[in-house]
């Protein structure tokens, strides 16, 4: 069988770039796609870690003529570029709209129009990153069982420091594990462009028969995780902080639970995308499949660096901001055959080594903390 002639697009990336060194271990040929995007890559050219066998394009999504361009002789593509934070979607609302939504739009325009044309598009899965952003609030359950009508935070109930969502009565509720049939209910602007690239991806390949597939990622952490963009992971957040010799920043009082997976049982999960075909049409959790709180990140990275900072609790809200998410992933165990195989543990500890061989990141939280202020977006 020849070789795989696979796309990455933002194989640049965090993501992108582990997926790109499984896929070239797998024997594929890949082409990357990126515009190395200086709020990511602030070196300004390719980083040292993009492997010289890989054929690398530098190219913007928001040009539908090289988004069009990088598509050619291409079986497989991972659509990875896009913006990436939630604050900053907030108040960089055309440009998270035209990379992200746009950009998807332009990828799939042009798989629609050369498919019969010319240029014989033949390209056979599609794979989309999404995220966990999409549901808004995860899941949650009343005392009594029934299903809540609401997840509420009013802005009293969090100037009043009370943290946890009520049901439309005020009752308070008890947060469960996340599956795919929550209603979605995106609550940023980035989110808002995850759920249609999720949606965009998933109907035109149903209705152009092209086995398509979306991956809702949740907190992914690892190696090569941008430091110095504000905007991503809480865990590269902390790290930089704590390296810097600045506690964490905390905001509410720390109990909100997120679900952090390593990026190696995420690759996992792309590759096997690629593989299942009883995959096509849906989307699918990747997560750990275990809350974890963001208290207990600080300590589990301030233990694993040996520092004897503590973290801030700020009892500050960001609007957007939801207090529990985090997955049930049944689904993608069940047609995937995926398996998180990477502790919390492990890949804390992975990801410090890391860090610790890298030159001291400037990190830029406070500038992003004032910007939000400065915005009205923080209380
Ligand atoms: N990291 C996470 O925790 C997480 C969680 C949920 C979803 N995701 C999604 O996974 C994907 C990869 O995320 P990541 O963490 O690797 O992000 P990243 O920022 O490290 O990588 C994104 C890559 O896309 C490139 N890019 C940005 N704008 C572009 C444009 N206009 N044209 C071409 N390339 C562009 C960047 O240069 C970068 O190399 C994204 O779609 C993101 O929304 C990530």
Not at 5 to 10: E, N, P, Y
Not at 171 to 182: A, I, N, S, V, W
Not at 188 to 194: H, M, R, W
Not at 281 to 294: D, E, H, I, L, Q
Request: aromatic content about 6%.
């Amino acid at each position: 069988m020849s070789a795989r002639r696979v796309l990455v697009t933002g194989g640049a990336g965090f993501v992108g770039s582990h997926l790109v060194d499984a896929l070239l271990a797998r024997g594929d040929r890949v082409r990357i796609f990126d515009n190395l995007d200086p709020q990511v890559h602030p070196e300004g050219r390719r980083p040292h870690w993009m492997p010289s066998d890989a054929e690398f394009v530098q190219g913007d999504m928001r040009n539908a003529d090289q988004v069009r361009a990088s598509l050619e002789d291409i079986d497989v593509v991972y659509h990875l570029a896009a913006a990436v934070g939630v604050g900053q979607s907030m108040y960089q609302i055309a440009d998270y709209t035209a990379v992200n939504t746009m950009g998807t739009a332009h990828l799939l325009q042009a798989l629609v129009d050369d498919r019969n044309g010319p240029k014989k598009l033949t390209v056979g899965k599609l794979i989309v990153a999404s995220s966990m952003s999409i549901y808004g609030e995860g899941r949650y359950a009343r005392p009594d069982r029934q299903e809540p009508r609401g997840t509420l935070r009013p802005v009293d109930q969090l100037r009043a420091q009370q943290w946890e969502p009520r049901d439309v009565d005020g009752t308070e509720l008890r947060p469960l594990p996340t599956d795919e049939g929550k209603p979605l209910d995106p609550t940023s602007i980035y989110a808002l462009t995850k759920a249609d690239q999720e949606k965009m991806v998933l109907q035109i390949g149903a209705a152009y028969g092209i086995p398509s597939v979306a991956l809702r990622f949740f907190n992914i952490y690892g190696p090569r995780q941008a430091l110095s963009n504000p905007y991503t992971g809480v865990a590269a957040i902390f790290s930089a902080r704590l390296l810097n010799g600045q506690p964490p920043l905390i905001f509410e009082d720390g109990e909100q639970r997120r679900d952090f997976v390593s990026v190696h049982d995420v690759v996992q999960a792309l590759l096997l995308a690629a593989d299942q075909d009883a995959a096509a049409g849906k989307a699918f959790n990747v997560g750990s499949g275990r809350g974890v709180s963001v208290r207990e990140v600080a300590e589990t990275l301030a233990r694993v660096l040996g520092s004897g900072i503590e973290a801030q609790v700020t009892g500050k809200y960001r609007v957007g901001d939801i207090r529990h998410c985090f997955s049930d992933i049944s689904l993608a165990r069940e047609v995937l055959g995926y398996e998180p195989r990477v502790t919390f543990e492990q890949g804390m500890e992975e990801l410090v080594a890391w860090l610790q061989e890298q030159d001291r990141p400037q990190d830029g939280v406070e500038a992003h903390a004032a910007e939000l202020a400065a915005r009205g977006l923080t209380l």
